[in-house]
């Protein structure tokens, strides 16, 4: 049973407009959320973080909201830029349990010159 | 670099074969764990290690061992290697519970079983 999914495989943007990734979850006790992002025959580095007792963090020109009622976040990315294109992995966490991540399918984010 | 290094890059083995994948770390970080990636189904835990000598279980365990016996070193076996474990291993090491803004992966190992 997949607890942490991203129902979109790809995504396709332009340079410049905003990209927004989205993930689903489905078990309650998660607390900490990350967004991951892989390059091709690299290992995936951390792109940013949130609480379960925040709805919003931001960094740059990365912002990911929580909505904890419909146990969703998305990443939104503006404006996009060419180097962004990568596969993103949605995970999750209960930081007071065993230090185990849970991670989504990943979406490949494809943007357009 | 995070001073983490996967052995080997690529291994090709038939069916039924044992293999051995290695982690080692620079980073004397007290957390380890080994991931494999397949489509459709993202990253998923195998086993991880939280100390020497101490280590559990993910969720796709079956099939797969584990040994820490010094900090700087994980090893992942496939007893006996099977089609199904043809993936693409990732290992990853954390300084601090809770640390995973510093999870930080190796470059993977892609494993091909015949």
């Known amino acids: 049973d997949q607890q942490v999914k991203q129902n979109s495989p790809s995504l396709s943007v332009q340079e410049g407009r905003i990209s927004i990734l989205n993930c689903d979850y489905t078990n309650s006790m998660f607390d900490y959320f990350l967004w991951y992002k892989k390059y091709p025959a690299e290992g995936p580095t951390f792109l940013i973080s949130i609480s379960s007792i925040k709805d919003k963090n931001e960094d740059g020109r990365f912002t990911v909201f929580l909505n904890k009622s419909a146990k969703h976040l998305s990443l939104h990315i503006v404006p996009s830029q060419p180097g962004d294109s990568a596969v993103y992995f949605c995970a999750a966490a209960i930081i007071q349990g065993a230090q185990k991540l849970v991670f989504g399918q990943g979406t490949r984010l494809t943007i357009n010159p | 670099d995070a001073g983490i290094t996967q052995s080997p890059r690529h291994k090709v083995t038939e069916t039924g074969t044992p293999v051995t994948l290695r982690c080692h770390q620079t980073e004397n970080h007290r957390y380890m764990y080994w991931y494999r990636q397949d489509p459709g189904h993202g990253l998923r835990l195998i086993h991880y290690?939280?100390?020497?000598?101490?280590?559990d279980k993910g969720e796709v365990s079956d099939g797969y061992s584990v040994s820490r016996s010094k900090t700087e070193d994980f090893l992942l076996t496939l007893e006996s290697a099977t089609s199904s474990q043809t993936s693409v291993y990732f290992c990853?090491?954390?300084?601090?519970?809770?640390?995973?803004?510093?999870?930080?992966f190796g470059s993977g190992t892609q494993l091909s079983v015949l």
């Open positions: 290690s939280y100390g020497v000598k101490d280590t």
């Open positions: 990853a090491i954390s300084g601090f519970a809770g640390g995973f803004e510093k999870l930080f």
